[in-house]
């Protein structure tokens, strides 16, 4: 082609026609300007079609992590709503009792011995520039203060799951037999709530102490009262915190659905 061009080029100059020439050779410069830009906007639309790929794929991958962070996030309020209502009982038993029974009792102090975590899948698409395919700008906003409103659920979980620790367990220990707490957990299910396949049953029995159940020490005990109360107050001040990024997750599972339908 371009000896072809090369040529016509030189036919012309040996013609002695200058007009023609430079009009010939205006129109070959226009040619390969047209054939330049041709190029570039196939290849921009090359590129823009390998980011659209991209974006997609980091949408199906979001979609995926956020279904699950929701699902486990869901547990975790279920539990703590468990948590709320036991303590509650417990409560009322401290408070009134003719309403005492003992296996009520044993059940609910099992209860509020759980300390849920909620441990969601974090990415890594901010530090890692990922962020910057997406076009939705609500989207990337929201995914950008993602990680540190998880920190509002979180740290109300580790204050509740250390003041366990340091004071319910202890106070369980001395003022009543901890095995028939132990095995009340198991014999009503509650570790089921912990496993990684929902729905699975776990039988395990550790049989309770010759001590008996007797549960007037422990209620009695104005130690155990405080941290009962404790537990109600910073499980419901933790679901509080986790209905609000519960409604976070739900906005971006939304924004990310729209864009895949896009």
Not at 237 to 245: A, G, R
């Amino acid at each position: 082609m371009i000896k072809f061009f090369r040529k016509i080029r030189q036919k012309l100059l040996s013609e002695g026609n200058t007009g023609k020439y430079l009009k010939y050779a205006i129109g070959e410069i226009v040619l390969v300007v047209i054939g330049i830009l041709i190029a570039l906007s196939i290849n921009n639309w090359n590129e823009d079609r390998k980011e659209h790929l991209q974006e997609q794929e980091l949408l199906t991958q979001l979609l995926s992590e956020f279904k699950s962070n929701l699902e486990q996030l869901d547990q975790k309020i279920a539990m703590r709503e468990t948590m709320i209502s036991s303590s509650l009982k417990l409560l009322n038993y401290i408070d009134k009792l003719e309403n005492r029974n003992n296996d009520s009792i044993l059940k609910h102090v099992g209860q509020i011995v759980i300390a849920p975590t909620f441990d969601p899948i974090v990415n890594d698409i901010v530090s890692s520039g990922r962020i910057q395919l997406l076009q939705n700008g609500n989207l990337k906003e929201k995914l950008s203060r993602w990680t540190s409103e998880i920190v509002q659920v979180t740290e109300e979980e580790q204050v509740w799951l250390n003041h366990r620790t340091k004071h319910y367990i202890p106070i369980l220990m001395k003022s009543y037999s901890f095995r028939n707490v132990i095995n009340s957990y198991w014999k009503n299910d509650v570790v089921t709530q912990f496993h990684l396949d929902q729905g699975t049953k776990t039988k395990f029995e550790l049989g309770n102490s010759k001590k008996g159940i007797e549960f007037t020490e422990l209620l009695e005990n104005s130690n155990f009262e405080d941290v009962v109360a404790n537990c109600a107050s910073m499980a419901k001040l933790t679901n509080s915190q986790s209905f609000s990024l519960r409604n976070r997750i739900v906005e971006i599972l939304n924004l990310i659905e729209q864009e895949l339908k896009k």
